[in-house]
């Protein structure tokens, strides 16, 4: 079993809907890191957080460190959000998830 | 005025060949990293350096080796090229080790 485990593993949308993608892991950590590598490749930082929540636009990441899971929320979803999305783990060593596949069809 | 610039962008090289990427970051960033993306999309740690000296060093065989000549670069030197050393090779760099990290666009390396 992975130590960062994210669900869903793939998830399509429509254009407007609400998303939400988990990030479970189960080792001790300082920080949180959600990631957003775009269909291109190219890899951007959405948020760093080690506890509530944070918002940026659209996107809304909270985290619950006494139970090892963090959330990453799209309002209004848009065919541009689709990308792959990488929760990572600053614990003893910085984990990274396995991603997940996002699809926004107008 | 790119922030975290890695070249080349593409490298096509044969088994056995000895290859360096390099890595430069215009940040003021004390900490940079090496990544390597898998076909399956995995990315993983290779390497991190603060303040030109190494933080994280995950299992990696010896024929990777990073330089860091100062803060803003970060190299990485790989000996005796294996097929399975085909990958995209993400560099990073972040303020200190837990803050935010910007990523460079990648270095696709393919072996022959």
């Known amino acids: 079993k992975n130590e960062v485990e994210q669900s869903p593993q793939n998830l399509t949308a429509q254009e407007g809907e609400f998303i939400t993608i988990n990030c479970s892991y189960s080792?001790?950590?300082?920080?949180l890191h959600w990631l957003q590598q775009h269909p291109g490749g190219g890899i951007v930082s959405l948020f760093m957080?080690?506890?509530g929540k944070k918002k940026h636009g659209r996107l809304i990441a909270t985290i619950n460190i006494q139970e090892k899971h963090s959330s990453l929320h799209i309002t209004a979803s848009h065919p541009r959000d689709s990308a792959v999305y990488i929760c990572?783990?600053?614990?003893?060593?910085?984990?990274f998830g396995t991603g997940t596949r996002l699809q926004v069809f107008p | 005025d790119t922030a975290v610039s890695q070249t080349p962008k593409y490298l096509v090289t044969q088994m056995g060949n000895d290859k360096s990427i390099k890595c430069e970051q215009n940040?003021?960033?004390?900490?940079m990293y090496w990544y390597k993306q898998d076909s399956k999309k995995f990315l993983k740690i290779m390497f991190s350096?603060?303040?030109?000296?190494?933080?994280i060093n995950e299992t990696v065989p010896n024929r990777f080796s990073p330089k860091s000549p100062d803060k803003a670069h970060l190299n990485l030197h790989i000996n005796s090229l294996e097929l399975g050393d085909s990958a995209v090779y993400f560099c990073?760099?972040?303020?200190?080790?837990?803050?935010?990290?910007?990523f460079g666009d990648g270095t696709r390396l393919s072996i022959l």
């Open positions: 990073a760099s972040s303020g200190t080790p837990n803050q935010p990290q910007h």
């Open positions: 080792v001790g950590i300082s920080a």
């Open positions: 957080l080690s506890s």
């Open positions: 990572a783990v600053y614990g003893d060593k910085l984990i």
């Open positions: 940040l003021g960033h004390d900490t």
């Open positions: 350096y603060n303040n030109k000296e190494l933080i």
